[in-house]
């Protein structure tokens, strides 16, 4: 949708958000085929491949903010928010507006599928901590020592980009609960020279934090459906 208004072609999956998509397809159509086999009296199938289907949606719109963000940053060339002409302060801040929601969309898709987690192996996550995190049900596979397999798929995962996560957790954060996370670095600016011009902050680590987020949710959600859709087959479920 993005790439349109942009003016650019429509996206062709591939790599890892191919992989991701394609994995999370499979096991919508695993679902269907139980749903249509038992009629789904307790409709915990369908509400599977309801959540399953919005994830594909939200794998979507984040790649899709990641490559706006990227789009608009192309035309920012000044080094300082002073120096910035009318038109660059308009891609700057729309820049900002997709990178932004890049990023919160990145802990959204996360916390999406550690629902969809727990209610598949039943960890009951919410026992232990009403309010959980994609990163506490992780934990939780391991508390109650069931599906290690999966759980050490998913550990080595978020270790490999942790750096990234980390700091776009912060930005999060900040951008959540205190301020808006590009002043945070207005304001330390503010705190070495009242009258200094504003340098802006690393547009391109921050836009290659974000790739590397999107990269880690396209291989958690890819590790965990295709754990699940070969753990089915193992059952006898199969489209």
Not at 53 to 58: D, K
Not at 188 to 198: F, M, N, T
Request: net charge negative; with cysteine.
């Amino acid at each position: 949708m993005l790439r349109i208004l942009l003016g650019e072609p429509p996206r062709i999956n591939e790599g890892l958000l191919k992989d991701a998509v394609e994995t999370m397809v499979k096991t919508t159509q695993l679902l269907q085929k139980e749903i249509e086999k038992s009629q789904d009296p307790t409709h915990d199938f369908r509400k599977l491949e309801i959540w399953t289907r919005g994830l594909i949606g939200s794998l979507d719109e984040l790649e899709q903010s990641w490559f706006a963000a990227s789009h608009f940053r192309k035309s920012v060339i000044a080094g300082y928010v002073d120096d910035m002409s009318p038109l660059e302060q308009g891609d700057y801040a729309r820049y900002v507006y997709f990178y932004k929601d890049g990023f919160i969309r990145v802990f959204s898709n996360l916390d999406k599928l550690g629902t969809v987690l727990n209610e598949i192996y039943n960890l009951n996550t919410a026992k232990y901590k009403a309010h959980f995190s994609y990163f506490t049900v992780v934990r939780q596979f391991r508390y109650t020592k069931t599906h290690e397999d999966l759980a050490s798929k998913l550990e080595a995962i978020n270790d490999h980009y942790d750096p990234a996560i980390d700091a776009l957790r912060k930005r999060r954060n900040a951008e959540i609960h205190y301020m808006n996370s590009e002043m945070q670095d207005d304001l330390w600016q503010r705190h070495q020279g009242l009258h200094d011009k504003i340098e802006l902050e690393d547009l391109d680590q921050h836009l290659d934090d974000l790739k590397q987020g999107l990269d880690m949710v396209c291989k958690t959600l890819s590790a965990s459906y295709r754990y699940t859709n070969e753990l089915w087959a193992d059952k006898g479920v199969s489209s």
